[in-house]
Every structure is written in structure tokens, then in C-alpha cells.
């Protein structure tokens, strides 16, 4: 079992920042791939970011490339969302899961095995 729980969400202006946060505990997290994912309102989740086990290799949804990095900290067990020139469109609740260590660059929901309770961030305009 792995346990998550995200921090770091808030509110903030377009254009602005926030770092997303999750940390992790339970089994070795050097042996999952973490994601992050999000959830509108009256939407459907869908992928944000991942990065595989050793942290060498990210990929991103389109919308998201070149504002939000995802990194992680094996010795802290925490995986990150840097955020950077927020828009109105980024407000969601956002969602750190983690996928068996195997799940390199995957974008799909039932690839990921543990999801945290979410953290919601809202970008007013």
C-alpha cells in the first residue's frame, strides 16, 4: 500500500505560480511512477504530468508543456508540480497517483494504482 497526500494549492491570479506537492508513504516509493492528474468541475479527470521511478524521463499533457514541470525527491518521498503562468483554465482539483515502477510515460487512470485525495487550485482572471 501506498499512501498520498498533496499540499500546496490555493488561489492565485493568471499568470502566477504555485508548486504542487505530494508526499508519499507506505512502500518504497522509488518503485512507482507518479503522476499527476486533474478534475474540473463538471468535467472528466484527465492527465497532467509523469515521471517514472528514477525521475530521467517526464511527459505532459500538451495544454500544460513548457509551464508545468513535474520532478520528484526519492529521499524525501515527494513528488512535485511546478506551476508557472497560470490560466482560468488550469483551475481543478489536482490529484498526485502513483503506477508500479514498469508504467514508464503512461497517461492512462488504470495505470496507476494509488491516487491522493486531491488539491484543489483555482486561477481567477
Known amino acids: 500500500q501506498v499512501q498520498l497526500v498533496e499540499s500546496g494549492g490555493g488561489l492565485v491570479q493568471a499568470g502566477g505560480s504555485l508548486r504542487l506537492s505530494c508526499a508519499a508513504s507506505?512502500?518504497?516509493?522509488?518503485?512507482?511512477?507518479m503522476g499527476w492528474f486533474r478534475q474540473a468541475p463538471g468535467k472528466e479527470r484527465e492527465f497532467v504530468a509523469t515521471?517514472?521511478?528514477?525521475?530521467?524521463?517526464?511527459y505532459y499533457e500538451n495544454s500544460v508543456k513548457g509551464r508545468f514541470t513535474i520532478s520528484r525527491d526519492n529521499a524525501k518521498n515527494t513528488v512535485y508540480l511546478q506551476m508557472n503562468s497560470l490560466k482560468p483554465e488550469d483551475t481543478a482539483l489536482y490529484y498526485c497517483?502513483?503506477?508500479?515502477?514498469?508504467?514508464?510515460?503512461?497517461?492512462?487512470?488504470?495505470?496507476?494504482?494509488?491516487w491522493g485525495q486531491g488539491t484543489q487550485v483555482t486561477v481567477s482572471s
Open positions: 515521471i517514472n521511478w528514477s525521475g530521467t524521463s517526464t
Open positions: 507506505g512502500r518504497s516509493f522509488s518503485n512507482y511512477a
Open positions: 497517483a502513483a503506477a508500479a515502477r514498469g508504467y514508464t510515460n503512461s497517461v492512462r487512470e488504470w495505470d496507476y494504482a494509488y
